[in-house]
């Protein structure tokens, strides 16, 4: 088992900045592809970025450019640093841990961009 718990959400104005934090327990997190999803009201889930276990990134097109993901394996944590946000960055963000058919969820952190 693995315990995902995300910080960092809250309010922020257009063009603000957040970071997000996920912190994991319970296995070796260096093995796991870690992720960020979100959801917006009366939206489905979407993949914002993904890292896998040697480092490698993946991003929407939506977030391209503004957001970038990172681990350190160290802490047991993975990161997402979110730049010139925007009112359509408004979710809920998910935290993921994935192995083979091993797969997890955080409770997910709020984060809300508006003026």
């Known amino acids: 088992q693995v315990q995902l718990v995300e910080s960092g959400g809250g309010l922020v104005q257009p063009g603000g900045s957040l970071t997000l934090s996920c912190a994991a327990s319970?296995?070796?997190?260096?093995?796991?592809?870690m992720a960020w999803y979100r959801q917006a009201p009366g939206k489905q889930r979407e993949l914002v970025a993904r890292?896998?276990?040697?480092?490698?990134?993946r991003y929407a097109d939506s977030v391209k450019g503004r957001f970038t993901i990172s681990r350190d394996n160290a802490k047991d944590t993975v990161y997402l640093q979110m730049n010139s946000l925007i009112p359509e960055d408004t979710a809920k963000y998910y935290c993921?841990?994935?192995?083979?058919?091993?797969?997890?969820w955080g409770q997910g952190t709020q984060v809300t961009v508006s003026s």
């Open positions: 890292i896998d276990s040697g480092g490698i990134t």
């Open positions: 319970g296995r070796i997190f260096s093995i796991y592809t």
């Open positions: 993921n841990a994935k192995w083979y058919n091993e797969d997890y």
